[in-house]
């Protein structure tokens, strides 16, 4: 009977260790869930969509076919507008960084602003008795497109990244010009000069920096500044008159809501 027993404790013992095994292996279970617990910085693609707070304007100098300046648009102001944007991003595997390349467009409300300057009555393009008035619009597009490349540092423990992001931003504006003759006498005015408007485009650099969080498995916000550099370029109209455009120096402000689709590696 003692033999019995004794045989079937042996046999109790190693059952007794699979268990154990079976409640290790369980232990270690969660370390696997490690990878789903962030989706920030994560290879695969993202849209975002968020609110745009623009400082920025644009200055026009208007010269006659002399080369002399004859009168100038000069705007400065802040927008609320809204921002969209489409991403891919990589991250090397088992490695915080991410690099990634990003476009989208910025929407802000059309601005425009009229500035008139008189010039002098004994100018010699000006007959005596009359005087000239030079009127200058600037109508600015409010879709402004970008494109970017954006690099970031990952922190799991607490779900965030800080990155950032160079590239280009366009800026579309037209010019409308028109110059009038008064006659000082009786107040009479004619059009002198009316020609067809131009347009002012050009891209300009833009470097930002950011922070984004994650919240749930797909979705993140970030929190984003940004500064687009001053371009001037020039622009002729058809009567050989000419304007040189201004886009100044603009400061951005974004907070975007994101949607990530992550890719296997």
């Known amino acids: 009977m003692k033999k019995i027993a004794f045989m079937a404790l042996l046999g109790l013992v190693p059952s007794a260790l699979a268990e154990d095994q079976v409640v290790v292996s369980s232990a270690n279970t969660p370390v696997v869930v490690e990878e789903e617990a962030s989706t920030v910085g994560q290879h695969g693609f993202y849209y975002a969509l968020g609110l745009l707070l623009c400082n920025s304007g644009e200055r026009v100098d208007f010269y006659q076919t002399t080369g002399a300046r004859v009168t100038e648009s000069n705007g400065f102001g802040t927008r ?14 088992s490695q915080p960084y991410c690099v990634g390349l990003e476009i ?29 008035l030079y009127k200058l619009r600037t109508t600015r597009n409010g879709f402004r497109p970008f494109v970017a490349i954006r690099g970031g540092y990952v922190n799991y423990d607490h779900k965030f990244m800080v990155y ?37 485009s050009c891209w300009t650099p833009l470097v930002a920096l950011g922070v984004e969080k994650s919240f749930t498995n797909n979705f993140t916000l970030r929190g984003e500044a940004e500064y687009k550099f001053a371009r001037t370029k020039d622009h002729a109209y058809s009567d050989g008159t000419w304007v040189k455009f201004t886009q100044k120096g603009t400061i951005n402000v974004r907070v975007l809501f994101c949607h990530n689709i992550r890719l296997g590696q």
């Open 80 to 93: 609320l507008g809204g921002t969209l944007a489409l991403g891919y991003q990589f991250m090397p595997q």
């Open 104 to 132: 989208g467009s910025d929407f802000s409300p059309r601005h425009e602003e009229v500035q008139s300057n008189k010039s002098d009555p004994n100018e010699s393009s000006t007959a005596p008795g009359q005087n000239r």
């Open 164 to 200: 950032a992001k160079a590239g280009m931003s366009y800026a579309d504006s037209k010019e409308y010009y028109e110059g009038y003759v008064i006659n000082t006498a009786t107040g009479a005015v004619s059009v002198a000069h009316s020609p067809s408007p131009i347009k002012c």
